[in-house]
């Protein structure tokens, strides 16, 4: 090699020896035996040349390092790639070889130690802690508008005195239909459109199977509520879903009135709706009660007038009232069905729907939002 090609350790500095290049490159040791033939000095320059890139202690200095040696304008091996056409052809062939494999190996060293010191610059600012950021805030979600509803009323009828009692959600016709004393192809139970499931069950239809359950299990007196999902095979519209969700009560004891029935029931209203609201009872037929009634509230949105700025109101449909549960005297025949005894003691119950109840209470127009998920919804209560 001559004069203008010739390279040696002595081209770089001291420092750069303690690089371990053959931990970035487990093929060191044979590329420089490789670049002997062309000259001890040259393969002694490459081996502290990849030493220096393999110990680049940051990016800067690496990347200082490698414009020493293979900068456009003064690299080292650039400039003895430049003196080549000087040389003899004999020497052209040897140097040339050699210079080009030092060019590609140091690029692809290069390279490795970049990216290792790359991934150590990320993974250090991802640990490391900059107690001047501000706090992460953790998502936090909140019941859903159904699961309020439902823990305010059996809140509410906790202070009355009631216990929760739950119930399966599949149940079978006699707890669902038969021992409510509908009878065999009454009507009513077409006004229920259930979901049959395989084996005689269904899902159920209303929560009040629990009360036949509870009295089966248990000796008056019994207060108590139960909360749970509904499903009818209705066809689904604005204000129908298949499933749904109720609270019904049950108020078992001796000499239970239907004044004890309306004060719970405007107990209940009051609480709902604000101690202003009106209330009536309607005379309604259920086959589990006798008497049956419906609680209707004046109309929270129009006052019970009818009317909105000259309009019908939307919500009541002009009638100033509005249908909020189903009530009533719990009939001898499910006393009956249950072992009691319809002399002995008396009870009243009643069923209310909770999408219903907060439709009303926030003028909510569709009842399948609460299905939905949507947290543009949800969010809002
Ligand atoms: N279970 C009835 C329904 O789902 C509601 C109801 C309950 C009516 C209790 C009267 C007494 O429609």
């Not at 805030?137 to 809140?155: M, N, Y």
């Not at 049959?196 to 629990?210: A, K, Q």
Request: contains cysteine; negative net charge; aromatic residues 8%.
């Amino acid at each position: 090699m001559s004069a203008s090609t010739a390279l040696g350790r002595g081209d770089l500095p001291d420092a750069w020896d303690s690089g371990d290049a053959a931990g970035i490159d487990p093929e060191h040791d044979r590329r420089v035996e490789e670049l002997k033939p062309a000259g001890a000095g040259v393969a002694a320059f490459y081996d502290r040349a990849a030493r220096g890139i393999a110990g680049a202690p940051d990016l800067a200095e690496l990347k200082e390092r490698h414009t020493r040696l293979l900068g456009r304008e003064r690299g080292i091996v650039t400039g003895r790639l430049a003196g080549l056409p000087e040389l003899s052809p004999e020497e052209r062939r040897q140097s040339g070889r050699a210079l080009n494999l030092i060019k590609r190996w140091l690029t692809e060293l290069e390279a490795a130690r970049r990216s290792a010191l790359e991934r150590e610059q990320e993974s250090r600012s991802a640990q490391g802690l900059d107690v001047t950021l501000p706090g992460r805030k953790p998502w936090i979600g909140h019941r859903h508008v159904l699961a309020q509803i439902q823990e305010e009323l059996l809140d509410l009828f906790h202070g009355l005195g009631y216990s929760v009692y739950v119930s399966p959600e599949v149940e079978s016709d006699d707890y669902n239909f038969g021992k409510l004393n509908f009878p065999p192809d009454h009507p009513a139970r077409d006004a229920h459109d259930t979901y049959w499931v395989d084996g005689g069950l269904l899902l159920r239809t209303h929560t009040s199977p629990g009360w036949v359950r509870a009295m089966e299990e248990r000796q008056p007196p019994l207060r108590l509520v139960f909360p749970g999902r509904v499903f009818r095979a209705e066809q689904v519209d604005a204000s129908h879903m298949d499933q749904f969700h109720q609270v019904d009560g049950l108020f078992v004891d001796r000499d239970v009135s239907m004044a004890d029935l309306k004060a719970t029931l405007n107990t209940f209203a009051r609480s709902i709706y604000g101690r202003a609201v009106r209330t009536r009872l309607v005379p309604v037929y259920f086959p589990f009660v006798e008497p049956g009634a419906q609680l209707d509230v004046a109309c929270v949105i129009c006052d019970g007038s009818g009317r909105v700025r000259d309009a019908r109101c939307p919500v009541c449909k002009g009638g100033g009232w509005i249908e909020l549960l189903g009530a009533g005297m719990v009939h001898p025949n499910v006393f009956r069905a249950v072992g009691y005894d319809p002399e002995a003691v008396t009870g009243f119950a009643f069923g209310m729907g909770l999408e219903r109840i907060a439709m009303m209470r926030w003028g909510i127009p569709e009842i399948r939002l609460f299905l939905e998920n949507d947290l543009r919804f949800l969010n809002q209560f």
